[in-house]
Structures are given as C-alpha cells and as structure tokens.
C-alpha cells in the first residue's frame, strides 16, 4: 500500500473528513493531492498528518501495510498514565481498538485492568460485577506469553468466595488456589490477605471441634494484616471455644464497620450464634438485613 491510500484509508478509519485532518496547516486540496497520489507532502507535513491521525509518522515510510504496531505505540503511553491513576475501565476502553488482534502486551495489559476493577467492585459489594471481572481477567491471563500465574490464583480465590455468599453465576467454574504457590508473591500482592482471611474462613465453621483446623486457621490469620479479617476468624475460633459473649461482641464491631462481602459472613455469624443463644428476635432481624444486603451485592 503507497503512502497515499494510507493516509486516505487511516483518515476514513477514523471517520475524518478531508476538511479534518487538514486543519488550519494545510488546505483540503492539498489533502486531496496527496491521497490522489499527485502530490508528495514534505516531512513537517507528513508528521502534521500523523499526529491528526494518531500513529507514528514512521508507518508512511514503511512497506510494512499494518498499521498495529504503529497504532499500539501511540496508544501505550495513554494506557500508561490512566493506569496509574487507577482508571481500569478507561484502560479497557482504549485496548478495546484492538479488539480480534492477538498480543501477548495488550492481553497481560487487559488481564491486570480487569482484575484490578473487579477487585474495586468486590470491595465495593458488586459481586456479580467482580463475578464477571474476575473470569475476564483470567481469560487474557491465560492468553498472554508474560508470567500472569499470581493473578489467576489470586482470581481464584475471589471467585470461590464469592460463591460462598449463594449468588449463582453460568460462568466458568473457578480454580482451587494455590496458597502454597502464591506465598512467594507476598511482597507484591496487596490481595494476598483476602487469600488467607479466604482459607481460614473455610477452616472454621461453626460446631468445628478440628484441633488442626482451627490451628492452621489461626497459622494463616496470623500472617494477615488486614485487622477485620483478624477479628472475624478470632470470633468464629472464640465461638468454637464455648465464648459466645465475645464472639457476638467482635461480630457485632464488624457488622457497623466491615466491607459489603465480608459483612455477609459476618452477619450469617450472628444469626447463627443468636439463634444458639435462643435469642431468635435479633436473629430475626440479623436475616432481614442480610437479605437486603444480599439483594444490594446483586449488581
């Protein structure tokens, strides 16, 4: 493809008019030359062009006819600056331009910007949302060539929490995590608390009598700095241990103070410990606003 088709073929890409891309440096009939093929532009000219069009000016020189690469180059340092500052979906609407191109950059670029968004919507209480994100994520994670092992485990372990909180989903069923394999990540990953508060959780059931559960649980919540999912497994190991008073005391702290996701286990605590003590009114009530919260983490 000459350097006129080019320029022609990137400015209806871009849905520009002649009178667009020329701006106020050059004349539409000007324009209209050059992608005629009856006139060459100069090098200052050409740049002007590439700018209004977005890609390197190296792509007109080149004999190379896709302009990918050039595209991707343009677009990276954008992705950049946005992820920075946190702007996952933003991040994900700009990779989507190239959306069908298989490379191994923009997939581990996808995979981190959804992981790191479903991560905000789980803190947030939109489970179907982080759901969603989390799958996703694994998706590109598993396309790219760049090491992406932590972020599927990681994925993995939000995901079967989530499913603990009963929401039905026709996804694709979750990995079991590898705890194991991830304590190597420790000094990278800021997730690994919701890892271990995962694991512990699962170790300590209600009517638990386990001696070695409950002393891996209380192993794995020692290495937690988060200080709610401390308090929620010192709760449920205090309950187990005959301490219901204390239990409903630190369950209670929580369920003003927790996040959304976390919060639903705590109030499933109560309602069960409330209804051992035979207290079935505030059990009553424990169930009514789990239902509401239930209902509110169906986004």
């Given at each position: 493809?000459?350097?006129?088709?080019?320029?022609k073929r990137l400015r209806l890409e871009a849905g520009m008019t002649q009178s667009d891309l020329?701006?106020?440096?050059?004349?539409?009939?000007?324009?209209?030359?050059?992608?005629?093929?009856?006139?060459?532009?100069?090098?200052?000219?050409?740049?002007?062009?590439?700018?209004?069009?977005?890609?390197?000016?190296?792509?007109?020189?080149?004999?190379?006819?896709?302009?990918?690469?050039?595209?991707?180059?343009?677009?990276?340092?954008?992705?950049?600056?946005?992820?920075?500052?946190?702007?996952?979906?933003?991040?994900?609407?700009?990779?989507?331009?190239?959306?069908?191109?298989?490379?191994?950059?923009?997939?581990?670029?996808?995979?981190?910007?959804?992981?790191?968004?479903?991560?905000?919507?789980?803190?947030?209480?939109?489970?179907?949302?982080?759901?969603?994100?989390?799958?996703?994520?694994?998706?590109?994670?598993?396309?790219?060539?760049?090491?992406?092992?932590?972020?599927?485990?990681?994925?993995?372990?939000?995901?079967?929490?989530?499913?603990?909180?009963?929401?039905?989903?026709?996804?694709?069923?979750?990995?079991?995590?590898?705890?194991?394999?991830?304590?190597?990540?420790?000094?990278?990953?800021?997730?690994?608390d919701m890892l271990f508060y995962y694991s512990a959780l699962m170790l300590t059931e209600y009517?638990?009598?386990?001696?070695?559960?409950?002393?891996?649980?209380?192993?794995?919540?020692?290495?937690?700095?988060?200080?709610?999912?401390?308090?929620?497994?010192?709760?449920?190991?205090?309950?187990?241990?005959?301490?219901?008073?204390?239990?409903?005391?630190?369950?209670?702290?929580?369920?003003?103070?927790?996040?959304?996701?976390?919060?639903?286990?705590?109030?499933?605590?109560?309602?069960?410990?409330?209804?051992?003590?035979?207290?079935?009114?505030?059990?009553?009530?424990?169930?009514?606003?789990?239902?509401?919260?239930?209902?509110?983490?169906?986004?």
């Open positions: 493809m000459d350097l006129h088709e080019k320029v020329a701006g106020d440096r050059i004349t539409r009939n000007m324009l209209s030359q050059i992608e005629n093929g009856n006139a060459t532009p100069s090098i200052q000219t050409l740049r002007y062009i590439a700018q209004r069009l977005n890609i390197s000016p190296a792509y007109f020189l080149s004999d190379d006819d896709d302009d990918f690469i050039y595209k991707k180059s343009c677009i990276i340092p954008k992705i950049t600056e946005k992820f920075k500052n946190k702007e996952y979906n933003t991040c994900i609407e700009l990779c989507s331009a190239f959306v069908g191109r298989e490379d191994d950059e923009l997939n581990l670029i996808l995979a981190e910007c959804f992981f790191y968004a479903a991560a905000d919507d789980f803190k947030s209480g939109r489970l179907i949302s982080a759901h969603n994100g989390f799958i996703t994520s694994q998706k590109y994670a598993r396309r790219t060539a760049y090491t992406a092992d932590w972020m599927i485990s990681v994925s993995s372990s939000y995901l079967n929490f989530i499913t603990t909180v009963n929401i039905k989903y026709d996804g694709i069923p979750a990995d079991d995590p590898d705890i194991a394999a991830l304590k190597k990540f420790a000094s990278e990953l800021p997730h690994l009517g638990n009598t386990d001696t070695e559960k409950i002393n891996k649980a209380e192993d794995l919540i020692s290495a937690v700095e988060d200080g709610d999912y401390k308090k929620h497994i010192a709760a449920r190991i205090t309950a187990d241990k005959g301490n219901r008073r204390e239990a409903l005391r630190l369950l209670s702290e929580l369920n003003r103070d927790s996040a959304l996701a976390m919060r639903y286990h705590v109030m499933r605590d109560l309602e069960r410990l409330y209804t051992q003590s035979g207290d079935f009114e505030n059990a009553y009530n424990i169930f009514g606003k789990r239902i509401e919260l239930y209902t509110k983490m169906q986004e």
